[in-house]
């Protein structure tokens, strides 16, 4: 990696960096934590990750299925074993989180898609909390949009669903 | 066995140097940044989610990867923290050394002593080269073009912007002066690789710097420097940002006077730690984006 980084570098790729974005946070006033117990017991009863690392798909195979629309950015944000992550932005405001991930790091995942009678483009469809639907591709890959802007509606992130290459990223498995 | 994410992100001070300084940034960059601290207000934060069960989940899987090593967190973690230890026993060691020779002190800042400027000037590409590893560390390299991973860089925002407009402030400007840049030039282009080797920055996270033998080390920092001196420059330009204009801004926590300004560098080197505490911030933030895009 340390090669492709100062490969990277030498082509000066760091111009662009910390271009100030358009990001609006309201002051917060954090209370004072007081959950580290109830998260050690939590880490204590969470395994830690047993997987064959070589068995995960590399994060760096799932990029050029991603979607694209005119009037929208993508911007990558993270590659991981397993795991490609894009923000979805527009008008320098970030709208949604797109991301791919290979449910072999993370088994769990595939259970809420066995209990859904829901479907999209023939794969089972999964809605989590109120910001995230997913689908279930050749039973392996997790395809996740995840809003980050209130007027992103639960009818979006299925549309954008849709646009990623999802027979594509189902050739990766089979 | 070193700490957890949890403990870390819990641990984060509400109000300390490091954090008023860091607030002092605000007229420089408004909005930016929050302060945001505690591991379960992080994930409410990040992912909008209120459930209860749901961040209990989301949390667990962050524990997780964290806890691989093999994920490379640990070692972005170890980074920011090292580099900022550095920092601050290079201050300590100058205090420790004034205070010896026993000059009369009205206020801290006479305690000090400024860096030398070749130190300072490592100092604050030891920084850099430390985000840029760090970065790939927590994130790999996004995306299938050189476009790509040029649009990752330049999505910074939140603590890792302010992390970056505090390099440049209080590594750059008030240490160095107004030509920090063209100062970090000359003295990177006359350093040795020999120079680099007795550089405590350098030393202590010499193993993670990409290139293996000290002299392609320095050709690795010294390109680091010159691909972002470009953004600091228009960053500084822009914003109409001087020394004296930082130090103004500092002056509601602390009184200093503005010839002082290289004592002032000095303080801030011992007295804060913003890059391991907007470290643990990015950490936690980039964990949990993952974390919930992964259960």
């Not at chain 2, 090593?69 to 490379?72: A, N």
């Not at chain 2, 009369?104 to 206020?107: A, G, W």
């Not at chain 2, 994130?139 to 299938?144: F, L, Q, V």
């Not at chain 2, 710097?209 to 033998?213: A, D, E, Y």
């Given at each position: 990696m340390f090669r492709k980084v100062s490969i990277a570098i030498g082509a000066l790729?760091?111009?662009?960096?910390?271009?100030?974005?358009g990001c609006q946070l309201t002051q917060l006033n954090a209370?004072?934590?007081?959950?580290t117990t109830k998260w050690e017991q939590i880490e204590e009863q969470t395994p830690a990750v047993v997987v064959d690392k070589k068995a995960v798909i590399d994060g760096?195979?799932?990029?050029?299925?991603f979607p694209q629309a005119s009037g929208y950015e993508r911007v990558y944000t993270q590659e991981k074993d397993g795991f490609a992550e894009a923000k979805l932005k527009q008008d320098g405001n970030t709208l949604a989180m797109l991301s791919v991930s290979?449910?072999?790091?993370?088994?769990?995942?595939i259970v809420k898609y066995q209990n859904s009678d829901r479907t999209l483009a023939g794969y089972p469809l999964a809605e989590v909390g109120s910001t995230a639907t997913s689908l279930l591709v050749a039973e392996r890959l997790q395809v996740k949009v995840l809003s980050?802007?209130?007027?992103?509606t639960p009818a979006d992130r299925e549309a954008w669903l849709e646009k990623f290459d999802l027979t594509g990223l189902a050739k990766l498995v089979n | 066995m070193s700490k957890s994410i949890y403990e870390l992100v819990n641990q984060?001070?509400?109000?300390n140097l490091t954090v008023f300084s860091l607030r002092s940034l605000d007229k420089v960059?408004?909005?930016?940044w929050e302060n945001l601290v505690g591991f379960e207000n992080t994930i409410r934060q990040v992912t909008g989610e209120s459930d209860a069960a749901l961040i209990e989940q989301i949390g667990a899987r962050a524990i997780q990867l964290y806890n691989d090593?093999?994920?490379?967190y640990q070692r972005a973690m170890w980074l920011y923290q090292t580099i900022d230890s550095t920092g601050r026993a290079l201050g300590q060691a100058a205090l420790a050394s004034k205070v010896t020779e026993n000059v009369?002190?009205?206020?801290i800042i006479n305690r000090l002593t400024p860096k030398p400027e070749k130190a300072q000037t490592i100092d604050l590409c030891m920084k850099l080269v430390t985000e840029i590893v760090a970065f790939c560390k927590i994130?790999?390299?996004?995306?299938?073009s050189v476009g790509d991973f040029v649009k990752a860089l330049g999505d910074y925002s939140g603590e890792s912007l302010v992390r970056m407009v505090a390099l440049v402030?209080?590594?750059?400007?008030?240490?160095?002066?107004?030509?920090f840049i063209k100062q970090t030039e000359t003295v990177l282009g006359n350093l040795t690789p020999k120079d680099l080797d007795s550089n405590p920055a350098f030393k202590a996270i010499k193993d993670a710097?990409?290139?293996?033998?000290t002299a392609d080390q320095l050709t690795f920092i010294g390109a680091s420097f010159e691909s972002v001196k470009g953004w600091m420059g228009d960053f500084v330009e822009s914003k109409g940002i001087t020394p004296q204009s930082v130090v103004a801004n500092l002056k509601t926590f602390v009184d200093v006077a503005d010839d002082k300004m290289d004592y002032f560098g000095a303080f801030l080197d011992i007295s804060t730690n913003y890059y391991e505490h907007t470290g643990v911030q990015t950490l936690a933030r980039r964990l949990v984006e993952r974390a919930v895009a992964e259960i």
């Open positions: 790729l760091l111009v662009g960096l910390l271009a100030v974005g209370s004072q934590p007081s959950d760096g195979k799932f990029n050029k299925f290979d449910t072999a790091s993370n088994p769990n995942a980050r802007d209130t007027d992103f | 984060l001070p509400q109000k960059l408004p909005g930016e090593k093999s994920e490379g009369p002190f009205l206020s994130n790999g390299i996004p995306g299938d402030c209080f590594d750059g400007l008030v240490p160095l002066g107004p030509n710097v990409p290139g293996g033998k």
